[in-house]
């Protein structure tokens, strides 16, 4: 059989043959037509394009409100008046101990060359000014210090020091104190400052924090004590200064309200919400 019969051939058992003459623009259009109509003659516009459609099997992307975890280093952070901080310091995850197994409601007044304040120093030397601690209490394994450098900033530092494992605590910097020192018997707020501490226990991660306050009192001021989530708290009392810090849950409000209990040199006792001083 010639090459020509045989293709000839072959054409004919085509079951879908080119069409013939005076039909292919119809039936080219008629295709078009039927394939470019939906299923139910609906508006289709608001579906997507297979360009556009998720590959089959593909997870979606669901944002959800995350609280960053910050797991090394030091929280400096300056602001005009009041500060508050989140943030995470020094974290061992193998030996979840956290400042809040020590915190007692009252702190121990420690010198400046103190373990936990010769700490904070040593964090403070970053910033290439010397610092002079005014205020220094311990409660537990942590150690505060309120302070201020050679350039007018004021420091507030939180050191938890435990056999065995790597320093950890917050440090926040207030750059413009304000000038206005409160009344006699009253007190004002400097610094807040809130820092989160997460670890690694058996049931997945888990955090602690904690809340320090600081600020000016007046004279005539002999006591402060804060009301706080983790009860009365006792602030320690130096150099016209106050300072104190308790322990909070992980959702707690990092801009808690404080309130205080104030006592004065004449015996009288007033509670008042503390205020940022202007």
Do not use: K, Y
């Not at 609280?67 to 500060?83: D, N, Y």
């Amino acid at each position: 059989m010639r090459t020509t019969t045989l293709e000839n051939t072959l054409r004919d058992l085509d079951p879908a043959p080119p069409t013939g003459e005076g039909r292919p623009a119809r039936a080219d259009a008629d295709l078009h037509r039927i394939l470019a109509t939906p299923r139910d003659g609906g508006d289709r516009s608001d579906h997507l394009s297979v360009s556009d459609r998720p590959a089959v099997g593909a997870r979606p992307l669901v944002g959800r409100p995350r609280r960053a975890r910050w797991r090394a280093g030091l929280v400096a952070v300056a602001a005009a008046t009041l500060i508050v901080t989140t943030g995470v310091v020094g974290v061992d995850i193998l030996r979840p101990t956290t400042a809040s197994a020590t915190w007692t409601p009252v702190g121990d007044a420690v010198p400046a060359d103190a373990p936990g304040a010769r700490q904070c120093v040593q964090w403070w030397q970053v910033e290439s000014s010397a610092l002079r601690p005014v205020l220094q209490e311990r409660r537990g394994d942590t150690t505060l210090v309120l302070g201020v450098d050679d350039q007018g900033r004021e420091l507030l530092c939180t050191a938890t020091l435990t056999d065995g494992q790597e320093p950890t605590g917050g440090m926040t910097s207030l750059t413009e104190p304000g000038a206005a020192p409160p009344a006699a018997g009253d007190v004002a707020v400097t610094v807040v400052m809130t820092t989160f501490q997460e670890a690694m226990l058996q049931n997945g991660w888990q955090a602690e924090g904690s809340t320090a306050v600081a600020g000016d009192v007046g004279e005539d001021v002999t006591r402060v004590v804060l009301e706080t989530g983790a009860g009365p708290v006792e602030a320690s009392l130096a150099e016209g200064r106050f300072a104190a810090w308790w322990p909070i849950e992980d959702d707690s409000d990092p801009h808690p309200e404080v309130r205080a209990q104030i006592t004065t040199a004449d015996g009288e006792t007033r509670t008042v919400t503390l205020r940022e001083r202007g």
